[in-house]
């Protein structure tokens, strides 16, 4: 709402700006509460809003001009496959506030972008099956439930041990797909129907343009003369 109501000169420095304050506020966080979840508050979240926001600026200013498609998905996968390994330590520190996250996000802009403009093909094939179209539907709640779902694996196979020998990463996935799915059909999907109750109206175009007057002054007022 911040970013529609500011005038469009203005945006790419309020964009900035925000990018910079999510970064300020995780690193301020990650100084004082080093061992909480401070990465799930929202100062700190809104840097992978920002940097969907840069895609999005980008793919308006060029609209009209191919981009190098196949060179940003691939820079997207492995900047997050990059933040991925550095999170977990298998390179550096783990769990750091370094460019962990803005290495996500910059990753993620780039596939979202690079699958917004993706050309027919095999790959557009691909993820337009049913089942990959129903995860973008409820993407929304996996992207919410995720964050609360670490550890699940863990109390859920002390509660009930025959999950046991299910892998943890496949558990939790399973766990996150089911409450997107239960907010989609009992929350989100009835929100998102109340539209069609206001329903969306363009506004009306004349059949034909308006008549200039000048011509018509100037016929009038010549008459018949020569």
């Known amino acids: 709402l911040l970013l529609l109501l500011t005038p469009a000169r203005f945006r790419l420095l309020l964009l900035l700006a925000l990018l910079v304050g999510s970064s300020a506020s995780r ?5 004082l509460y080093p061992e909480t979840r401070y990465w799930a508050l929202l100062p700190v979240q809104g ?6 926001c840069f895609a999005g600026f980008f793919d308006i200013t060029q609209k009209t001009k191919p981009i190098p498609v196949g060179k940003c998905l691939i820079a997207g996968l492995l900047l997050n496959t990059l933040a991925t390994v550095d999170q977990f330590g298998l390179i550096g520190r783990p769990n750091t506030s370094g460019l962990c996250q803005t290495m996500h996000g ?9 699958l917004w403009r993706l050309p027919e093909g095999w790959l557009m094939r691909l993820l337009t099956l049913a089942p990959l179209v129903y995860l973008g539907k409820i993407s929304y709640g996996l ?5 609360f779902c670490y550890g699940a694996d863990v109390w859920l196979g002390e509660a009930l041990p025959w999950l046991r020998v299910v892998p943890g990463p496949v558990l939790v996935f399973a766990i996150v797909v089911s409450m997107a799915i239960l907010s989609w059909h009992l929350f989100e999907g009835p929100i998102n129907r109340l539209k069609d109750y206001v329903p969306y109206r363009r ?9 200039d007057p000048v011509p018509a002054v100037v016929a009038s007022s010549s008459g018949g003369h020569a």
Request: glycine share 6%; proline share 6%; no cysteine.
């Open 143 to 147: 992207y919410i439930f995720h964050n």
């Open 47 to 52: 840097e992978y809003l920002v940097w969907g």
């Open 106 to 114: 910059i990753g993620f802009a780039l596939i979202v972008l690079s």
């Open 27 to 31: 690193l301020i966080l990650h100084q």
């Open 203 to 211: 506004a009306s175009r004349s059949a034909s343009p308006p008549l």
